[in-house]
């Protein structure tokens, strides 16, 4: 099985900082490489798909990059309410649609 | 607005079922694939099930095949989650999703989610 790996587990960093979040799979994947954001209590919303597509709606200080192995989600002036978790997920093929650990992202 | 209204949750004693309900509204429910989604009590996500557009591809995590069946009646718009054989570390939220990409077999990415129903598993 493809395994999903994030880095680092946890950060913690000042508003306005570019904020850079590392997934990365045990095997290729392509672009099939979508990021989601979980606040505190609340429900997961899609950030990023196909790994670099942002999500309608969503504030286009979120980037993602990637491909193959190697993926990143970045957040460029952190802002007070992107205090969440942030998972990566690979869904290249099932049954081995898998999320990786999670990031979670605190304010300074 | 995509709405994913689950049911069904609830305290279940080891070993004994359960089958979750999510009732899906405001979008094409049969051309989408539909997932289902836990997440333990201060864990993180772990994808559950799947099911295509039309019901004829099923897929699951190696931690419930065989114990958890997924399927849908795209007449009803609703989806289903069957659980047997439950124990405790099956104890989570469970959300109900819908795929990002219409006529999809199972493997998309989430753009919609449910607000979760409790599952226990607890003598």
């Known amino acids: 099985d493809i395994q999903m790996t994030q880095s680092p587990s946890s950060l913690s960093a000042s508003v306005g900082d570019t904020v850079t979040i590392t997934c990365r799979a045990s095997?290729?994947?392509?672009?099939?490489l979508a990021w989601y954001q979980q606040k505190p209590g609340r429900v997961p919303k899609l950030l990023v798909y196909a790994a670099t597509n942002l999500q309608s709606g969503v504030p286009s200080r979120f980037s993602g990059s990637g491909s193959g192995t190697h993926f990143t989600l970045t957040i460029t002036n952190l802002q007070p309410e992107d205090v969440a978790t942030y998972y990566c997920?690979?869904?290249?093929?099932?049954?081995?649609?898998?999320f990786g650990p999670g990031t979670k992202v605190e304010i300074k | 607005q995509v709405q994913l209204v689950e049911s069904g949750g609830g305290v279940v004693q080891p070993g004994r079922s359960l089958t979750l309900s999510c009732a899906a509204s405001?979008?094409?429910?049969?051309?989408?694939?539909m997932h289902w989604v836990r997440q333990a009590p201060g864990e993180g996500l772990e994808w559950v099930a799947a099911i295509s557009y039309d019901g004829s591809e099923e897929s699951y995590a190696d931690s419930v095949k065989g114990r958890f069946t997924i399927s849908r009646d795209n007449s009803k718009n609703t989806a289903y989650l069957q659980m047997s054989s439950l124990r405790a570390e099956d104890t989570a939220v469970f959300y109900c999703?819908?795929?990002?990409?219409?006529?999809?077999?199972?493997?998309?990415?989430?753009?919609?989610w449910g607000q979760g129903t409790l599952v226990t598993v607890s003598s």
């Open positions: 997920q690979k869904y290249n093929s099932a049954p081995r649609i898998t």
């Open positions: 999703a819908k795929g990002g990409e219409r006529y999809s077999h199972g493997s998309t990415y989430i753009n919609s």
């Open positions: 095997q290729g994947i392509s672009i099939y």
């Open positions: 405001d979008f094409t429910f049969s051309t989408y694939a």
